[in-house]
């Protein structure tokens, strides 16, 4: 049986490789790229507020949620970059 963190791992690299392509594809701009991934992160926001209630601020609520999982990520990929 594949674990959690298996699934989440290939889920991760499956997404990230077709935004990759959908942008290369479609000659997004580094700028119009985060536009889509914003987009994307509102959207499924949005998405779990309604299906969880609670509206718009429930939604703004997941929305820092996912900035503050994003800078930590970031950080950690400079850390794992520099070592």
Do not use: P
């Amino acid at each position: 049986m594949i674990s959690r963190a298996e699934v989440k791992r290939r889920a991760y690299a499956a997404a990230s490789a077709e935004i990759a392509a959908t942008c290369e594809r479609l000659g997004l701009t580094e700028g119009e790229s985060l536009d889509l991934l914003s987009a994307l992160c509102a959207s499924a926001a949005y998405a779990v507020a309604q299906t969880q209630g609670g509206g718009i601020a429930h939604g703004l609520m997941h929305l820092n949620a996912v900035a503050n999982c994003a800078a930590q990520r970031l950080h950690a990929m400079q850390q794992e970059a520099a070592s």
